[in-house]
Antibody, heavy 117, light 110 residues
């Protein structure tokens, strides 16, 4: 059974850094295309970043240059390093596995990041 | 700046049909954008309903269907039920490793 469990969220001051983790089971992260999707409180979903199985990475414009997606095959985990955090980065962050035909087939339950002084 | 458009809200009577749409500010939505649809209830992670325009995800009832209507992607719910009351999101693959979600539609069944 595919499972995704995010962790690492919390309260952080503007300008600070945080690293989110997503532990996967039931499949290999390194053989999959893995994403981060976020949702600000009361708002819609926003795609953040992807790491393809071949290691190419892409980012949404609002996070480009500040966030870095990565993975660790030995831990079967996905990560999101978030630097220079802003209030508008406050959101629940979901990891999601890309399924066939460019859709997000599997989702974790999310971890809340709050950027506030 | 490209924007994916959805109706902010939609109301349907129990047993009725709701057609939610997903448009693109810069042009028409086609199958080449691989539109997919997600259902989300408060406090829960999204659930995949439809992918690749019209393919139902495993376990999704056949009263949910996807299509291209005119220049938009569409999600049609036939025989709407009370527990269909949720937020619905579409997402388009823009190419070059970039996806873009619509703002979501809040569906009310009453």
């Amino acid at each position: 059974e595919v499972q995704l469990v995010e962790s690492g969220g919390g309260l952080i001051q503007p300008g600070g850094s945080l690293r989110l983790s997503c532990a996967a089971s039931g499949f290999t992260v390194s053989g999959s295309h893995m994403n981060w999707v976020r949702q600000a409180p009361g708002k819609g979903l926003e795609w953040v970043s992807i790491i393809f199985s071949g290691s190419s990475t892409f980012y949404a414009d609002p996070v480009k240059g500040r966030f870095t997606i990565s993975r660790d095959s030995s831990k079967n985990s996905l990560y999101l390093q978030m630097n220079s955090l802003r209030a508008e980065d406050t959101a629940v962050y979901y990891c999601a596995r890309l399924s066939g035909s460019y859709s997000f087939g599997y989702w974790g339950q999310g971890t809340l990041v709050t950027v506030s002084s | 700046q490209t924007v994916v458009t959805q109706e902010p809200s939609f109301s349907v009577s129990p047993g009725g049909t709701a057609t939610l749409t997903c448009g693109l500010s810069s042009g028409s939505v086609s199958t080449s954008y691989y539109p997919s649809w997600y259902q989300q209830t408060p406090g829960q992670a999204p659930r995949t309903l439809i992918y690749s325009t019209n393919t139902r995800s495993s376990g999704v009832p056949d009263r949910f269907s996807g299509s291209i209507l005119g220049n938009k992607a569409a999600l049609t719910i036939t025989g709407a039920q009370a527990d269909d009351e949720s937020d619905y999101y579409c997402v388009l693959y823009l190419g070059s490793g970039i996806w873009l979600f619509g703002g979501g539609t809040k569906l009310t069944v009453l």
